[in-house]
Nanobody
Framework: VQLVESGGGLVQPGGSLKLSCAAS????????MSWARQAPGKGLEWVSG??????SYADSVKGRFTISRDDAKSTLYLQMNSLKPEDTGVYYC?????????RGQGTQVTVSS
């Protein structure tokens, strides 16, 4: 199993980023997947999950983040809009709709002016 996140970076408050997660080594199509994040000095926080076409979001990101997938490319996405400083952290994609399975190495997202 390999999950490789990309797309992180430094963005100003109110800005947008789109994260990608390239998956390999397992049957991605239809598999439940999720995004989680870890802020500095804090524990892992579930952000969003997707099972087939059904999506779910943490209250803290609802209306601002959108999870999606391209099964043909074995890739998971997270579109993040209206970013806030409290969204800063390392973002991980994971197998399982609640980030309860294997996850990648993460990509850093920093929201700061």
């Amino acid at each position: 199993v390999q999950l490789v996140e990309s797309g992180g970076g430094l963005v100003q408050p109110g800005g947008s980023l789109k994260l990608s997660c390239a998956a390999s080594g397992f049957s991605f199509a239809g598999a439940p997947m999720s995004w989680a994040r870890q802020a500095p000095g804090k524990g892992l926080e579930w952000v969003s999950g997707i099972l087939r076409v059904n999506t779910s979001y943490a209250d803290s990101v609802k209306g601002r983040f959108t999870i999606s997938r391209d099964d043909a490319k074995s890739t998971l996405y997270l579109q993040m809009n209206s970013l806030k400083p409290e969204d800063t952290g390392v973002y991980y994609c994971a197998i399982g709709s609640r980030a309860n399975g294997p996850r990648g190495q993460g990509t850093q997202v920093t929201v700061s002016s």
